[in-house]
C-alpha cells in the first residue's frame, strides 16, 4: 500500500507545473519518490523546476506542452507512458484567470478562459484514461477552484463558469470510470499565494480577501500540494467523485 508520503514505483503527470500550485504539486511528488513528468507552456521555468529535483529517485520529465491542444496533451502522455511504462496519476493544474466583468466580457476571452480551464483537463483526461483502464488503476485530481463552489472574487465570470465545469467533468467521469478502478476527484482550493493571484491582485485586495476568511490567511502553494497528495494516494482510496476543499473557511462565509 501507498499512504500519503510514500510514492515510489508510482508515475505520474502534473500541468501546469512550472509554477503556482502545480509546481508545488510537481516537486512535492517527485520528493515523495514518484517519477513525474512536469507539463506546462513556460518551458524555460519549467526547466528551472526540474533543475530543483537534481537529486530525486526519478528524474522528472520535463514535456513543454500546451493543454488546448489535443495532439500536443496526446504526444505529452505517449512520452510519459515511453518514459515510465505506465501512469498512475494525473493532476491537472493548468489555468488561467482574467478578470474582466461581465459587461465587458467579449466571446475571444471566454473561449480563452474556458479553453485553458476546461477543455485542458478534458483533454488530459481523455488521452490518459486508456492507460489507467488497461491497468486497472489510477488517480486523477482536476484542480478546480474556490469559485467552482461559489463565484470568485479575482476572475470574471468565464472564470467561475469554468472551475464549475471542472468540477462536474470530474464527478461525471468518476462515475463511468469506477469501475475500471479509476478514481477521479475535483479540488478546490481557496485563496492561495501564486504568482497569478499576484499578478491578478494588488496587495490590498489580497488583505481586504484575508480578513473575511476565518484563518485570516491565504495559503501557500505547498499546503494544498499536500492535500493532492493526499487524493492521490491510497490512504484516499474511497473517494471518488467528490469536491475537495481547502479554502481556510472561505466557501462557509
Known amino acids: 500500500m501507498h ?5 515510489r514505483g508510482k508515475f505520474g503527470i502534473v500541468t501546469g ?14 520528493r515523495l519518490g ?39 496533451v496526446d504526444r505529452m ?16 493544474c493548468a489555468g488561467i484567470v482574467r478578470r474582466t466583468t461581465f459587461p465587458e466580457l467579449p466571446p475571444s476571452e471566454w473561449d480563452l478562459v474556458m479553453a485553458v480551464n476546461l477543455r485542458g483537463p478534458y483533454l488530459c483526461c481523455r488521452s490518459v484514461v486508456p492507460a489507467m483502464i488497461r491497468q486497472g488503476k489510477g488517480v486523477i485530481v482536476n484542480v478546480a477552484s474556490l469559485a467552482g463552489r461559489s463565484t470568485s472574487v479575482l476572475g470574471g465570470a468565464h472564470y467561475t463558469a469554468s472551475k464549475h465545469g471542472v468540477i462536474g467533468l470530474s464527478r461525471h467521469i468518476a462515475r463511468e470510470l469506477g469501475p475500471y478502478g479509476v478514481r477521479v476527484n475535483a479540488f478546490c482550493p481557496g485563496g492561495t499565494l501564486t504568482p497569478m493571484v499576484e499578478q491578478s491582485s ?6 481586504a480577501n484575508a480578513a473575511r476568511w476565518p484563518l485570516r490567511r491565504w495559503s ?27 479554502n481556510g473557511g472561505a466557501l462557509m462565509v
Open 220 to 246: 501557500a502553494p505547498e499546503e494544498q500540494a499536500r492535500v493532492i497528495a493526499f487524493l492521490l494516494s491510497d490512504d484516499s482510496g474511497f473517494i471518488t467523485g467528490a469536491c475537495i476543499d481547502s
Open 202 to 207: 494588488t496587495p490590498e485586495e489580497r488583505e
Open 34 to 72: 514518484a517519477g513525474v513528468a512536469m507539463v506546462d507552456v513556460a518551458e524555460e521555468l519549467l526547466r528551472s523546476v526540474a533543475q530543483e529535483l537534481d537529486v530525486a529517485a526519478v528524474p522528472p520529465l520535463v514535456l513543454p506542452a500546451d493543454v488546448v491542444s489535443d495532439e500536443q
Open 77 to 92: 502522455v505517449r512520452a510519459t507512458l515511453d518514459a515510465f511504462g505506465r501512469i498512475d496519476f494525473l493532476v491537472t
Open 17 to 30: 507545473a512550472a509554477s503556482g500550485i502545480g509546481r508545488a504539486t510537481a516537486l512535492h511528488m517527485a
Open 3 to 7: 499512504n500519503s508520503g510514500d510514492f
